[in-house]
C-alpha cells in the first residue's frame, strides 16, 4: 500500500511553487484550527486528579462524612428537645373566639365570645427551672373587667426527679452528643480509606483497559496478516472466521472495560463533590511499600473493644436501660409535691401567698407500674444481651481480619513472583527477537503479560493496604496511607 502510494506520488505532476505555497499554507491554517479545537474540549476533559487531592475532598464531600454530620446535628437537635427546650419559657393564649349559648331564661340564644367579656382569656406561662421544679403563671380576664393573676411554683418531693422520664431522656441524649466528635472523626478516617483503595483501583481499572486497547490492535493486525494470507491460499477459511471471531471478542471487552470505567470514574467523581468524571489519574507506581503487621492478637482485641463504635451504642443502650429500670423498680403509687401560690385578683389588692404540700395516692393503675417495671427489665436483659454480642463480634472480626491479612500478605509474594518471571520472559522474548527466533507478536504479547503482571502485583498491594487501613482504624491508630500520607485516627 505504501509503495503504491510512493509510486504514485512520483509519477504526479509537480504544481507550480505559487500554487504549492498556497495548498501549504491552507493545509497548515487547517491543521492548526484543528489542533486548536481539539485541544480545547481536551484540556477542559483532562484535569488530574492526584491521590493527595481526591483524599483532600474524601473529607469534605464523602457521603460518609455527610451522614456523620447529619447525624451530628440530629443529636444536637435532640438534646436540644430533651433539655434545652424544656427550660425556656413557654407561653401561651387560650380564648374562645365565638359560639352560641342558650337558656330558658329571657336571654334564649346568645352569641358568646371572649372578645365581647362573655368568657375568660387565659395567659399561660412555664418556665422549667430543674428536673421537677417549675415557675408557672396564669393571667385570666373575667366578666365585668375583672382580672387574676396568679404565680405558682411546683417541686417534684417524691419521688425523686432524677428518675422522670425527662430527665432520662435528657441524660441518653447528653451522652449520644458526647459521642459526636469521634464518630464525625471514624467518618473521615472511613472515607480516606475508601476514597485511597477506589483511586488505586480506577488506576488499574484504567491501565487494564489501555491493555485492552492494545490487544485489540494486535488482534485487528492478525485479523489482516490472516485474511491476507487468505488471499494467497495460505489459510483456511476457519482460521480467518477464527480470528475475526477473537478480533470481535477482543472489542466487545475493550467496549466494556470502558463503560464501566467511565461509569466507575462517575460515581467516584459524585463522592468527591466533583460535577463530571472525566478527570485524569496519576501514573501507577513502579513499586510500593508493603508495611508489616506485628500486631498480638488479644492486644488488638482490647484496643477495638476500647475504640468499636458498636460497642460504645451498646454500651449507651445498657446505661439508658438501667435508668429505665431503675425508675421502673422506684415508682410507687404515692407522690408528694411541694406547691406555692401567689395570686392577685385586682391591681389595688394586696396579692393572697399560700404554701403547701400535695400528697397523691393511687388507688388503682391498671398494672401499668408492674407492665412498666417487667417492660424495663427485659429491655435491660436484651440491652446487655446486645453489648455482649457486639463485642463478641468484635472479637472474631479483629481475628478474621488478621487471618485476611494474613493471606493477602501471601497474595503479594505471589505477584512478586509472577511478576519477576513474566518480565524475565519479556527479556528473553526480546533477545529472541534480536536472534530472529521469536516474531514481533510474541514480544508484544509478552509485554502485555508482563504489564498484566505488574498491574496484579500493584492490585495484590492495595488490597492489603486497605485491609490493614481499615484494620489499623478499628484499633484507633494512626492512618499513614502507603507509609507516607498520615492521618490521625478518632
Same mark, same amino acid.
Given at each position: 500500500m505504501?509503495?503504491?502510494?510512493n ?5 504526479a505532476v509537480? &504544481? &507550480?511553487l505559487a500554487?504549492?505555497?498556497?495548498n501549504?499554507?491552507g ?8 489542533l ?9 476533559a483532562?484535569t ?6 481526591a483524599?483532600a475532598r ?6 460518609s462524612?455527610? *451522614?456523620a454530620d447529619a447525624?451530628?446535628r440530629?443529636?444536637?437537635l ?7 427546650a424544656?427550660?425556656r419559657?413557654?407561653a401561651? =393564649?387560650?380564648a374562645?373566639?365565638g359560639?352560641f349559648?342558650w337558656s ?12 365581647t367579656?362573655?368568657?375568660?382569656i387565659t395567659?399561660?406561662?412555664n ?6 421544679t417549675?415557675?408557672?403563671g396564669?393571667?385570666r ?7 387574676v393573676?396568679? %404565680?405558682? %411554683? ?9 428518675h ?6 435528657r441524660?441518653?441524649a447528653?451522652e449520644a452528643?458526647?459521642e459526636v466528635?469521634g ?6 478516617v ?11 483501583q ?7 483497559a *489501555?491493555l485492552?486497547?492494545?490487544?485489540v490492535?494486535?488482534k ?10 487468505r488471499?494467497?491460499g495460505?489459510?483456511?477459511e476457519e482460521?480467518?472466521?477464527q480470528a ?9 471487552d %475493550? ?7 467511565s461509569?466507575t ?13 472525566d ?11 508493603v ?16 475504640e ?11 446505661r439508658a ?11 410507687t &403509687? ?6 406555692a ?6 391591681w389595688?389588692?394586696? &396579692? ?10 393511687d ?10 417495671r417487667?417492660e424495663?427489665?427485659l429491655?435491660?436483659e436484651?440491652?446487655?444481651r ?5 463485642? *463478641?463480634?468484635v ?6 481480619? %488478621?487471618?485476611e ?8 509474594e505471589f ?5 519477576s518471571l513474566a518480565?524475565?520472559?519479556y ?5 529472541q527477537?534480536r536472534?530472529g =527466533? ?15 503482571a505488574?498491574?496484579?502485583y ?5 488490597s ?5 487501613l481499615?484494620l ?7 492512618i ?11
Amino acid at each position: 500500500m505504501k509503495r503504491r502510494s510512493n509510486e504514485a506520488a512520483a509519477g504526479a505532476v509537480s &504544481p &507550480p511553487l505559487a500554487l504549492k505555497a498556497r495548498n501549504y499554507a491552507g493545509v497548515l491554517i487547517a491543521a492548526v484550527l484543528a489542533l486548536f479545537c481539539a485541544w480545547t474540549p481536551a484540556s477542559k476533559a483532562e484535569t488530574l486528579l492526584t491521590l493527595e487531592e481526591a483524599l483532600a475532598r474524601a473529607v469534605l464531600h464523602h457521603p460518609s462524612v455527610w *451522614e456523620a454530620d447529619a447525624s451530628a446535628r440530629q443529636a444536637h437537635l435532640e438534646f436540644e428537645r430533651s433539655h434545652e427546650a424544656g427550660r425556656r419559657l413557654q407561653a401561651s =393564649v387560650n380564648a374562645q373566639l365565638g359560639g352560641f349559648r342558650w337558656s330558658s331564661g329571657e336571654d334564649g340564644l346568645k352569641f358568646t365570645s371572649s372578645f365581647t367579656s362573655d368568657s375568660p382569656i387565659t395567659l399561660s406561662t412555664n418556665w422549667q427551672l430543674a428536673p421537677g421544679t417549675s415557675l408557672s403563671g396564669t393571667f385570666r380576664t373575667l366578666q365585668d373587667d375583672n382580672r387574676v393573676a396568679t %404565680l405558682s %411554683l411546683n417541686r417534684q418531693i417524691w419521688p425523686s426527679p432524677v428518675h422522670s422520664g425527662s430527665e432520662i431522656a435528657r441524660l441518653n441524649a447528653l451522652e449520644a452528643l458526647e459521642e459526636v466528635p469521634g464518630q464525625q472523626e471514624r467518618a473521615r478516617v472511613a472515607a480516606l480509606i475508601d476514597v485511597y483503595a477506589r483511586y488505586r483501583q480506577l488506576q488499574i481499572e484504567e491501565a487494564r483497559a *489501555e491493555l485492552l486497547a492494545q490487544s485489540v490492535a494486535a488482534k485487528e493486525e492478525q485479523h489482516a496478516l490472516t485474511a491476507a494470507r487468505r488471499e494467497r491460499g495460505l489459510a483456511s477459511e476457519e482460521e480467518l472466521i477464527q480470528a475475526a471471531l477473537d478480533l470481535d471478542k477482543a472489542r466487545a471487552d %475493550l467496549e466494556r472495560a470502558q463503560r464501566n470505567l467511565s461509569l466507575t470514574k462517575q460515581a467516584f467523581a459524585r463522592d468527591l463533590g466533583l460535577s463530571r468524571g472525566d478527570f485524569r489519574l496519576e501514573p501507577l507506581p513502579e513499586a510500593m511499600a508493603v508495611p508489616e503487621i506485628d500486631l498480638v492478637l488479644e492486644e488488638a482485641i482490647d484496643a477495638a473493644l476500647a475504640e468499636s463504635p458498636d460497642v460504645r451504642a451498646a454500651e449507651r443502650n445498657v446505661r439508658a436501660a438501667e435508668r429505665r429500670y431503675e425508675a421502673a423498680r422506684k415508682a410507687t &403509687p404515692f407522690s408528694v409535691d411541694f406547691t406555692a401560690n401567689l395570686t392577685m385578683r385586682e391591681w389595688d389588692e394586696s &396579692p393572697t401567698a399560700a404554701a403547701y404540700l400535695v400528697g397523691t395516692y393511687d388507688l388503682a393503675d391498671g398494672g401499668s407500674r408492674r407492665i412498666e417495671r417487667e417492660e424495663a427489665k427485659l429491655a435491660l436483659e436484651r440491652a446487655e444481651r446486645a453489648l455482649e454480642t457486639a463485642r *463478641e463480634g468484635v472479637k472474631s472480626d479483629v481475628a478474621r481480619r %488478621l487471618s485476611e491479612l494474613e493471606w493477602l500478605r501471601k497474595q503479594i509474594e505471589f505477584a512478586e513472583t509472577s511478576l519477576s518471571l513474566a518480565r524475565r520472559t519479556y527479556e528473553a522474548r526480546l533477545e529472541q527477537a534480536r536472534l530472529g =527466533v521469536a516474531t514481533e507478536a510474541a514480544v508484544e504479547e509478552s509485554r502485555r503479560a508482563a504489564e498484566e503482571a505488574h498491574l496484579s502485583y500493584v492490585e495484590a498491594v492495595v488490597s492489603y493496604e486497605a485491609a490493614r487501613l481499615e484494620l489499623w482504624h478499628m484499633l484507633g491508630r494512626e492512618i499513614q496511607i502507603e507509609g507516607k500520607i498520615g492521618y490521625p485516627s478518632p
